[in-house]
């Protein structure tokens, strides 16, 4: 049974950069996107961005300027970083695979940016 | 984009009621459409893949419908259980994935 861990900072200082990890358990990451997924307090999905390898990746154009994924197959984990953080990113960041359908999830990390 | 609205935001229902949300994109999705569970201070769960397909363990009072444009969840037979939001999702356009802003379901 495939399972994912969200990893990383829980604070962020604003215009730092917030940086993730997912670890996937129970499953290889090949043959698969990967996706991130982010909610803020009270609010709805935003999808991030997706990968499958290193030269194929979407992201949320309104997120693109400040985000990049990576992934590590070896190690099983892929990566999310967002630069120039402000409040407005304070949310609950998810990550899960992507089958087009999100499926399964990790527990979710939340990060606050907040000096 | 592919721009996803639902209707309606909230809704408060009595045990055994029948429920229906109803999702809506901007541009027809053929059957890529996904809905999903959210209860809260939890990860969202996978509902419904492909309009209809039911994710193994989800109860048979959940089922969903639709083509083009115009999608339906159903729960046939509302229960305590069922409390949560509701989401749902379009993959037509795999360079940008959206989700619809949510059903709040509550007992009434």
């Known amino acids: 049974q495939v399972q994912l861990q969200e990893s990383g900072p829980g604070l962020v200082k604003p215009s730092e950069t917030l940086s993730l990890i997912c670890t996937v358990s129970?499953?290889?990451?090949?043959?698969?996107?990967w996706s991130w997924i982010r909610q803020p307090a009270g609010k709805g999905l935003e999808w991030v961005g997706r990968?499958?390898?290193?030269?194929?990746?979407n992201y949320n154009p309104s997120l693109e300027s400040r985000v990049t994924m990576s992934i590590d197959s070896s190690k099983n984990q892929f990566s999310l970083k967002l630069t120039s953080v402000t409040a407005a990113d304070t949310a609950i960041y998810y990550c899960?695979?992507?089958?087009?359908?999100?499926?399964?999830w990790g527990q979710g990390i939340q990060v606050t940016v907040s000096s | 984009d592919i721009q996803m609205t639902q209707s309606p935001s909230s809704l408060s229902a009595s045990v055994g009621d029948r429920v229906t949300i109803t999702c809506q994109a901007s541009?027809?999705?053929?059957?890529?459409l996904n809905w999903y569970q959210q209860k809260p201070g939890k990860a969202p769960k996978l509902l419904i893949s492909?309009?209809?397909n039911l994710e193994m363990g989800v109860p048979s009072r959940f089922s969903g419908s639709g083509s083009g444009t115009d999608f339906t969840l159903t729960i046939s037979s509302l229960q305590p259980e069922d409390i949560a939001t509701y989401y749902c999702?379009?993959?037509?356009?795999?360079?940008?994935?959206?989700f619809g802003p949510g059903t709040r379901v509550d007992i009434k």
């Open positions: 899960a695979r992507d089958s087009g359908w999100f499926d399964p």
């Open positions: 129970g499953d290889s990451m090949r043959s698969y996107y």
């Open positions: 990968m499958y390898t290193s030269t194929s990746i």
């Open positions: 541009q027809g999705i053929n059957k890529y």
């Open positions: 492909d309009v209809s």
């Open positions: 999702q379009q993959y037509e356009d795999l360079s940008i994935l959206t």
